[in-house]
């Protein structure tokens, strides 16, 4: 059976919902190759960050992804995001993507305490990423990603 991978579209404190195009590509890859995804809408329904580490508590999930565009409010809820992830009990592997963390990978890596960056177009990446992480595989032959070394980045 493939992972469960739980994609988070963060809340943008407007009362206009979308859905990020980039995610839904994301969502759309991994449907196809038999992923189990599901999309946790902190901007639809305006949950705290907290109720995240609270879902995560109650759900396992092999891989969670948020995808951040560049900005400063975009930055701190994030880190916020971030910090309710590292805080469950069940943190699955934490994977952030978008033009927000990829041209300074190292750097949020540090500051999210995630495993790994998709830098570019994710749809390729994510499914090798996946893949090697499914079957433990190393991750250094892997385009398009930065991640984690143990405790270095």
């Known amino acids: 059976m ?5 994609l988070v579209v963060y809340d943008n404190e407007m009362f206009i919902e979308y859905f990020p195009q980039g995610l839904a590509y994301i969502a759309a890859v991994l449907l196809k190759e038999g992923y189990q995804v599901d999309v946790y809408s902190q901007d639809k329904h305006h949950y705290p960050d907290t109720h995240l580490t609270e879902y995560l508590n109650k759900n396992r999930y092999d891989v969670i992804g948020v995808g ?44 999210t305490g995630a495993d790994a960056v998709v830098i570019g177009e994710g749809e390729v990446s994510i499914v090798k990423l996946l893949e090697a992480i499914g079957s433990q595989e190393s991750l250094k032959n892997i385009s398009g990603i930065a991640f984690r070394y143990g405790e270095d980045v």
């Open 2 to 6: 493939k992972m469960r991978v739980l």
């Open 68 to 111: 951040v565009i560049a900005g400063y409010y975009q930055y701190r809820k994030l880190l916020k995001l971030s910090d309710a992830i590292n805080k469950s009990k069940n943190r699955p592997y934490y994977i952030i993507g978008g033009h927000g963390p990829a041209p300074e990978p190292k750097f949020f890596l540090k500051k």
